[in-house]
């Protein structure tokens, strides 16, 4: 019964301040009432906060333009627009740039997205600047089935602490690459 006493003061204070009033002493009303009033408020904080979260604001956007005379700019007012602005239908592929190797043994991010899956073990290798090095490696050079040779290679990284790359292939070509903290 005692349990339920201190429960229902933690959690319902305003209905036991009132079901206790005559039995409880002044330091007792004091502190019930100080804790009634703190859990209220605390329950019309939330409900405002989330009545005020529910509510989209959205700002004009203001773009500024010179005018024929470089001393009198004007300021036009832009309301948002919430849906996209519509892609081409055909769009045009961008070359990637094959960044020239620096002969080092550590990856960077422009390297890192030169390096496209198919790619050959070599291939790779001339890109990064060196070989990596072998965290695993399963199967036989040339085997087939579940035999496939497959190798992964770690290549530490231009950027962060730890940076790094790791790639894996499977008879010699890229099947997979993952990176973290590379610039």
């Given at each position: ?135 695993s490696e399963s199967g036989t050079k040339g085997g087939t089935g579940l035999d496939i040779h497959t190798v992964m290679y770690m290549y530490k990284g231009e950027g962060s602490l730890g940076a790094n790359s790791n790639m894996m292939f499977q008879n010699e070509k890229l099947i997979n690459k993952a990176q973290i903290g590379l610039?």
């Amino acid at each position: 019964m005692k349990a339920l006493k201190v429960l229902g003061w933690i959690i319902v204070p305003y209905v036991m301040i009132f079901a206790f009033w005559k039995k409880i002493g002044v330091a007792g009303k004091i502190f019930g009432t100080t804790w009634a009033t703190l859990v209220a408020l605390m329950v019309i904080g939330n409900m405002v906060g989330e009545k005020a979260a529910d509510k989209q604001v959205t700002a004009p956007v203001v773009s500024v333009a010179a005018s024929a005379t470089p001393s009198v700019i004007e300021a036009k007012k832009e309301e948002a627009s919430p849906t996209p602005t519509p892609k081409p239908a055909t769009p045009t592929p961008v070359p990637t740039p094959k960044p020239t190797p620096k002969n080092k043994e550590s990856i960077s991010k422009e390297e890192f997205d030169a390096i496209k899956t198919g790619m050959t073990y070599d291939e790779v290798s001339k890109i990064i600047g060196g070989p990596g090095e072998v965290l695993s490696e399963s199967g036989t050079k040339g085997g087939t089935g579940l035999d496939i040779h497959t190798v992964m290679y770690m290549y530490k990284g231009e950027g962060s602490l730890g940076a790094n790359s790791n790639m894996m292939f499977q008879n010699e070509k890229l099947i997979n690459k993952a990176q973290i903290g590379l610039k």
